[in-house]
């Protein structure tokens, strides 16, 4: 009886020594939280984890492992997951997590390491024909004097559109498409006779506005209806002071909230940029015609650039159906020391357009712009059909 009473006692002992632990951790806990919340939210913004850090992170990890985590609850997710991939990899996961270095990518450790590698620290969304690290979009940013430097220049030709489309639907009076110029001087070599350097392919009368110009004409031939905007962002630097590659888009966005505000039928925002790649990787040819090839960019370090890559998707894919070859595809630029916005949250319609290099001529330009318009107008009146229904 009395072995009983003693076992007893000391079961009543230890629950009360359990009890009594697991409130103290409990109450613990809950005064480390508050004081953990507390230190965070009292810390300088510029040492808080944002949302662009745990954007980061999680962009280190493979999709299929994110089906995997599903499938551990949800059995159905099983059939998503693609035959070729095998199920998730904890400790691959974990160490790509920890130390921001992708395995199955060099780059991400290199880029850190070597001075001027994170030239490649980029993002290919789709890959066109012969896309690769080693030939996306260079984007020249000379001082301010270069940009505005006086050059001689030849006038090219106009040339009359060779495409004559049977124009059944149209915008009336609604200008729905706003095409502007960030780098409104961007020139083109074979148009400035005293230079052969892509450095100095600026002017500021034969350049990039041109096409934007003919591209407008081209949408308007297809029943859209175009906006084209063209004040010299070159000018606004000067007068505030400002930095050609720093405060362009800073510049251009004040442009662009202003023709918004004062037109609210515009729905589709294109900001065309000339490339400064050669002319082996920015030119196409195409049933014995010569295109100026197109690049779209996606800026990366925009909330909401999902909706943006949706567009470019649409317009690479029916491109490529129609013009084989002709989009370079879709690139993402963010991280740091870089715009990664690009105006691109002014509308989830918006789009930077990259139209050929500084070798390209205003012949193969326009060949793209109505290639581009014949495309764009499918996919305008596509839209308009699902969103009447």
Do not use: C
């Not at 693609?82 to 996961?93: G, N």
């Not at 193969?364 to 290639?371: D, I, K, Q, V």
Request: aromatic share 10%; glycine share 6%.
């Amino acid at each position: 009886m009395k072995r009983n009473r003693n076992r007893r006692k000391r079961i009543i002992l230890l629950s009360k020594n359990k009890l009594f632990a697991t409130i103290s951790i409990f109450i613990t806990s809950f005064f480390a939280i508050f004081i953990l919340v507390g230190v965070i939210t009292s810390l300088n913004p510029d040492y808080r984890v944002s949302s662009n850090t745990v954007k980061k992170w999680t962009t280190n990890v493979d999709e299929v492992h994110y089906l995997s985590l599903f499938m551990l609850e949800n059995r159905v997710f099983k059939e998503a997951l693609p035959e070729d991939k095998p199920p998730i990899d904890v400790w691959k996961v974990a160490f790509e997590l920890g130390t921001n270095i992708r395995v199955h990518d060099v780059r991400s450790l290199l880029g850190r390491e070597l001075p001027g590698f994170e030239m490649y620290d980029r993002q290919i969304l789709i890959a066109g024909e012969g896309t690769d690290y080693t030939n996306l979009t260079v984007e020249s940013t000379p001082p301010l004097d270069t940009v505005l430097e006086e050059r001689e220049a030849t006038i090219p030709e106009e040339k009359d559109p060779t495409l004559e489309p049977e124009i059944e639907e149209s915008t009336g009076d609604k200008k729905v498409v706003f095409i502007y110029n960030t780098h409104n001087r961007e020139s083109f070599l074979p148009y400035l006779p005293k230079t052969d350097n892509p450095n100095d392919a600026f002017h500021q009368e034969v350049n990039i506005t041109k096409v934007s110009e003919r591209l407008a004409q081209d949408l308007e031939r297809n029943g859209i209806g175009s906006q084209v905007d063209n004040t010299d962002i070159g000018s606004i630097l000067v007068e505030n002071d400002w930095d050609y590659s720093s405060h362009s888009y800073r510049a251009s966005k004040d442009v662009v909230e202003a023709a918004m505000a004062d037109n609210q039928d515009i729905n589709y925002v294109f900001d065309l940029h000339r490339d400064s790649m050669r002319k082996d990787i920015t030119t196409k040819e195409i049933n014995g015609k010569s295109y100026a090839k197109l690049m779209f960019v996606i800026g990366g370090n925009n909330p909401n650039y999902e909706k943006n890559y949706q567009l470019a998707a649409k317009l690479h894919e029916k491109i490529e159906e129609k013009y084989p070859g002709l989009s370079r595809g879709v690139e993402m630029y963010d991280g740091p020391g870089r715009n990664g916005i690009y105006n691109q949250d002014v509308s989830d319609n918006a789009l930077t357009v990259e139209f050929g290099g500084v070798d390209n001529t205003m012949e193969e330009l326009f060949n793209t712009s109505e290639a581009f318009a014949e495309i764009f107008s499918e996919l305008y009146w596509d839209a308009e059909k699902v969103d009447a229904e």
